[in-house]
Structure formats: structure tokens, C-alpha cells
């Protein structure tokens, strides 16, 4: 699984992974709170973007962080101490075989996650194995057949389609997030709501333009340009094209729009 | 531009402007409240689906309502006379000549006009002319290339294209509302904020399911089968399959998502 994870491992990634979570930490993260004492699994913490949010919005819950790469969950842990939080403990594990005993959680946390599974309906099932009955699960994905810009651009969109089409290849599915109802629904959680997370950028939003449009989507679209090349998805002409219009979004009377999805279940 | 109406005249189009306006009043309009006293402008009204919220919202403001259709006027005069409102003035006039002084409005309000005119910058530059200086206008708009969901098909984007194209063929924009900002920008209003309203319909939202997925959106693209074959844009072997793959998104595990934009602007 470690090798086919789309985004790859090198410290440019990390960097975009942090400017993602700075911009996105409000309207994704400020209605997930923990209450004092609770035990919380953050199923595929990577190098710790959110672990870090939840740690801070959630002082007096003890969190357990887990992730498949031993070096992100390193560098996530090195990155927690730095913020001078205590109440996370790492551990390098597989999501499909996690090392806890049966409902041994009060909630599960997920984050970016689902999406790079082959078998993300398993994966919820195996979590929610660990959480208590009457324990929730908090669930967030992306869903990259959510973004739309102005101007339009056919080399744009078959750019972004190389990321989707790469994802799958690898076994992901990063059309997820509007499937998270019926995953949750298929997994057997109760109570499940889902509310989408729309990122909105016109040129009235300087930070975000920069801070989502520039360094977090067309960032991590222009991340795959080798590996697309190489798997012959793309003409190299095209997806370059593609790239410079997605930064021709950013401009002055430029838009761009994106939506995460944020599902939120129940053990019954 | 009356013979150019994409959806056409027909009274199954006006119940689908009903059900249209009744599930989306919330979402839409519910920021939208005028001061007593105030006179505004509601620009192309159509059969009046959005002259009753407004007149009801505000009931102590004075509404004049023109539409470029005499007999849509004659309808929506109709329906706000039956719902007892008072407070509305309707009268049949092109939005590019309009028979009123400059400066002589508060507000103007514009909803899901804009997408029909082959000149939408003109068209806002001549609504501005209208309002007093400090005084504000309110665009809505949709955007079909907004439109996604789960199980996602081949075929049903194939459908919604073809109504794109067909409003793209009679001068209009089917993908205007992610382009609010830019427009307004150019057509020269101050303070200009434009905000998404994302419809999600899952099956825990069944009202949605019916009012929007199924008798909004998918009535839309239905109601320009035949002139979108006609016009040979599509196949009808594709378009029903589109149309039969839209309706699949409203069964139990299915989602479907599109966005409105609506503008807010003011004359310095």
C-alpha cells in the first residue's frame, strides 16, 4: 500500500499537505470536538496535518494516531512535540489490522484517507469493530469531480483527470466524497449525516487563492506530472497546459471552486 | 429573445418553476430582506416563483417586477393577487430598455436571468444605471457544470451537456454562476461578495430527493429532450439513458450535488 500512495513521500508533499491544512482547518475541523477523558483513533494520521488540530481543539482527549508508514508517523510525532502536545500516542499500523481491542474507542477520526483504498467500505467495517457501541465515527474526503474554475479549460480538467485516473490505477477512488452516505450506510453506522465543505475562491479572497487554488489543488495536481507521464495518461503538452490554466484561475477575475465532504456516523 | 427561451413556455415548465422555487426558497432567498419603504427592482420575473418569496420576505418594501414575456407577467400578476399580496407592480419591458429613470431604485434583484443573455455585462451595467448611488443589487444563478453525483454516468453528464449546448446555441450561458464575481467586477458594482448554495441530496434528505433531484433538476434536463435531438446535439439512445441514470441517482444509495451562486453588489 506505502508504494502506491499517489502523493508520494518527499518533503515538498509534507509542505503542501501543511499549507492544506492551515487553510482548511476552519471549515473543515471547528465543528469536531472531543469531550474531556475520551479516547479518539485517527485512523491514517500521515505526517500529522490534523493531528494536530484535534490535539489543540481537543486538550483533554487522549488521542492514538496511526498511520501505514513508520516515517510519517515519525515526523508526525516529531511535529506534535514541537507543538508541545501531550495527548497523542503514535504507532505504525495497518488500517486493516489494527493492533486495539474491540470497542476500545469512544470515536474514530479519519481524514484523506478512504480515498487512497481499494476496499474503503472493509476499512470502515474494521473501524467500526473498534469503536463502542453508541461511539461515533467522523469521516473527510475530497472529491476531485467537485472542482470547476473560470475560465474553463479542457486541458485543465484532463489534467485533473490524470490525478483521478492515477489514484484508481493505484487502487483509490478520488471521486469519493460524494459517495461517503451510502459507504456509511453500507458499513452499518447509525444516525449518519453528511454536509459537504465548499471552497470557494475568487479574487476577493486573496488568502485562498494562494492558500487553496495556488499551493493546495493545483500544487498537488502538478505533484504527478512524472509519475502521469510515465503511466502514458497524458501527453506532457496537455497536462502542462492544464497546469498553467489551473494558475490562470488564480488570477484577478479568476474563480475556483472545490467541496469536501464530512460524514459523521454512529455505532448503534 | 422570448422564442430563445431555453426551457420554453409550456405549463409543465411552470409547475417545475414552482417546485424549483418552493424546495430551494430557504437556501436561496432567505438573506435576502428589504427595508420598509425601500422600491426595488425585480428584473426578469418570469411566472413570478420568486416575486411571491420576495413580496412575502418583505412586505413593507414596493416591488416592481418586469419580464421581457407579457404573458409570463400576466401569470406571475395572477399568482401574487391570489397569494393577497399588495405590494408587487408588474409590468412587460426588455431588461436592456428598461421605461424607468436612472437612479430611481434602492434594489435590484435577478434571478437565474442572467444565463439567457447573450450580453449579461450590459445587462448589469444597465440595471446599475437604475439604482440609486449606495444602493444594492442581488443576482442569482445557477451552473450545470456544477451538477455531480453518484453513481456517476457517462451519459447523464452527456445529457446535461446537452442543455448547455443548446443555451450556449440561443446566446445564453449555462455556466454562468461560477462566474458571478468576474462579471460583476467588469459591469463595475463595489463591495462585491458572491456566496455558493450547494443543493446535496442524499436519501436522508428525501424531500430533496423528489423536489430537487428528481423534480428539478432531472425535469430540467428532460423538458429540452426534443429540442436537444432536434438540434442533433445528442442521440436520444444517450440523452434516456442520461435522463434514466439521473433518476438512479435518487435511489436509496444515491447522491446528487449542484451549486447556485448568489451575488451581492453595490452602486458607489
Redesign the interface.
Known sequence: MKDEYVHGYDPRENLRLQDQAGTLVELLHSDTAYPAGSSVLEAGCGVGAQTITLARTSPDARFTSVDISEASVVEAGRKVAAAGLTNVQFRQADIFALPFEPASFDHVFVCFVLEHLARPVEALEALKVLLRPGGTITVIEG?H??A???P?SEAARRSIQSLVDLQRMAGGNA?LG??L??LM??AGFGA?????R?V?V???RPDLVDGFTRNTFTAMIEGVRESAIAAGIVEPAVFDRGIRDLYRTAER???F?Y?FFKAVGKRE
Open positions: 472529491d469531480g467537485s470547476y474554475f473560470h474553463d471521486l460524494r459517495e452516505y451510502p450506510i453500507e449518519v449525516s453528511v454536509s459537504p465548499m470557494y475568487d479574487s476577493s477575475d479568476g474563480v471552486c467541496t
